[in-house]
């Protein structure tokens, strides 16, 4: 029986599919480390009737979101035409949608905490979802038991049905959905039936709700004529030679992006101390910024440090290696290009909740950055901050932010405009890349009153999230370096992602994630009331 069309695609999730045709990008996670009242790990941990364990724990809590969110019961159809649209599933089989991974972890060893989740992001992100097939939905679970009372539960998605702040609510809404499971099965009044296995995980879709709307259905996102002029003009219509002749020239990445090279992610996991994440916060609230500007700066200083000076000791000789061969130019004579991702969910007349599930999101690209020996810390994060702003509380800002991907509505409808475009960009932008760092912040959510288990209303523990975190796949001719950032019950994880094809070695990304740590705890902890550093201060030549 053919499925149930929801409603047309509009151009953000549009943009999104092409992504996933052309295998350019291909998911987000969004993970909660769990707290658990009840003993989690089965007899045989790691096999099919620990899989079968996990089912049987979760298929109350994720009937209940289907029924809640009908856009996670949906798939793609047409993906590969001009006029792809949402169909909705008949039913959903769980059991193959959850994965559980065998951790080697002990309970108090962040480093081994570090190490697993890193893994196991990077083996989802290398994963991409096929938008062919019509049996499965755009998402599927990761659980990595942490001892007999915890575990890790990673939420991949793809991000036509979703946004980080939509995953990060329906991560919460599942432990509340486990909760509310508990309560009633240590009820005294609950049968001996409700907790009974079930027989199959097979769940019929029976709801006919209609999906979120997309966000050119709530506000108009169609380009000025202004912006047409500059903005489009320059994306669309200009030759790639021509375009890039005219910009300033940056930095994005060690290797020119290429549509040849797999597209294979590369992950390194940052996990910051609750005492670490209280002075970044402590700082940025003294120094009338935030969390997101510090680290702004911060990342810019790294880049530079870490690929584009000539002296620095993480440097690999200053040089670029092209596409395919040549001397290339020293990384030092080039600027940066920086993108922050905005939720436009509180930005438009009619605000949407975070926990409705679509992508609401645009960004602002802050281009020709650059990062001299004497430029100060505290003056670059202050100007990234006004920069923001504007872009976000001004009328004008936000009508920018509607109209970045409005512009969308401009490109052909016919079967195979949208990936001729969206290809293009590997020999319009510079190295084949739009930015040099992307840094998406979730900032803070899923908080409980303790990171250990909380009294219910019976006086039982309950679940409890105690951490949680963010990643993104790497993008081709997105950004060379991918950042996602949330901050659970006082601590602060950074996720960096790159494609492997765009750097000499995954120790590249590792140094620079180090050297943005460095710099990170060393303006926090040891200089947080210095007026001012400068950049050579707090990265001296070797």
């Known amino acids: 029986m053919a499925l149930q069309v929801v409603r047309p695609v509009d151009n953000l999730e549009r943009y999104n599919i092409t992504r996933s045709n052309v295998n350019i990008y291909n998911n987000v996670c969004v993970g909660v480390s769990i707290y658990s009242p009840v003993t989690t790990t089965p007899s045989s941990s790691f096999s099919h009737q620990s899989q079968v364990y996990w089912a049987q724990l979760l298929l109350n809590p994720i009937i209940s979101l289907l029924d809640r969110h009908p856009i996670i019961a949906t798939v793609i159809g047409d993906h590969l035409t001009g006029h792809p649209v949402f169909l909705r599933l008949q039913s959903i089989d769980l059991l193959p949608l ?214 620095s000791s993480h440097a690999a000789g200053g040089k670029r290696t092209e596409g395919k061969a040549g001397d290339g130019i020293n990384d030092e004579d080039e600027a940066l290009v920086f993108a922050t991702p905005c939720s436009l969910r509180n930005l438009i007349s009619d605000p949407i909740g975070a926990d409705e599930q679509g992508n609401y999101v645009s960004e602002i690209l802050h281009d020709n950055i650059r990062v001299q020996d004497g430029s100060g810390f505290w003056f670059m994060t202050d100007q990234y901050r006004k920069e923001v702003l504007a872009g976000t509380t001004t009328t004008r800002g936000v009508r920018h932010l509607l109209e970045h991907f409005g512009a969308l509505a401009l490109l052909s409808k016919r079967d195979g405009a949208w990936e001729s475009f969206m290809t293009s960009r590997v020999t319009k932008d510079q190295h084949g890349r739009k930015a040099s760092i992307k840094l998406s912040n979730l900032g803070r959510g899923w908080d409980t009153t303790s990171t250990a288990a909380v009294a219910g209303a019976n006086g039982d523990a309950m679940y409890t999230i105690q951490d949680g975190f963010f990643s993104q796949s790497s993008g081709v001719t997105a950004s060379a370096l991918t950042m996602s950032a949330a901050t659970a019950n006082g601590r602060l994880t950074i996720s960096t992602t790159w494609q492997m094809a765009g750097f000499h070695g995954r120790e590249r990304g590792e140094a620079f994630v180090a050297e943005f740590k460095r710099i990170l705890l060393l303006v926090t902890l040891q200089h947080a009331d210095t007026p001012e550093l400068s950049y050579i201060e707090i990265c001296p030549r070797q």
């Open 98 to 311: 959850i994965r559980v991974v065998s951790s080697p972890m002990e309970a108090n060893s962040s480093d081994s905490y570090d190490a697993v989740i890193s893994r196991v992001l990077e083996n989802e992100h290398n994963k991409p979802f096929d938008l062919a097939d019509q049996s499965s939905p755009l998402w599927r679970l990761v659980i990595v038991p942490n001892g007999q009372n915890a575990f890790h539960l990673i939420y991949t998605f793809h991000h036509v049905i979703g946004d980080g702040r939509s995953a990060m609510a329906l991560t919460e809404q599942i432990v509340e959905q486990l909760n509310i499971q508990h309560a009633s099965a240590s009820s005294p009044t609950s049968s001996s039936s409700s907790s009974s296995s079930p027989s199959t995980f097979n769940i019929p879709i029976l709801s006919d709700k209609p999906i979120s709307a997309s966000i050119e259905s709530r506000e108009n996102c169609y380009p000025s004529i202004r912006f047409f002029l500059w903005e489009a003009t320059r994306a669309i219509l200009l030759p790639g030679f021509l375009k890039r002749a005219l910009e300033t020239k940056y930095w994005a990445g060690e290797i020119d992006s290429s549509l040849e090279a797999p597209n294979q992610t590369e992950v390194e996991f940052l996990r910051l101390t609750q005492d670490e994440t209280r002075a970044v916060v402590r700082l940025a609230k003294a120094r009338a910024t935030t969390v997101q500007a510090i680290m702004y700066t911060a990342s810019i200083f790294a880049a530079r440090a870490t690929f584009m000076s000539r002296n």
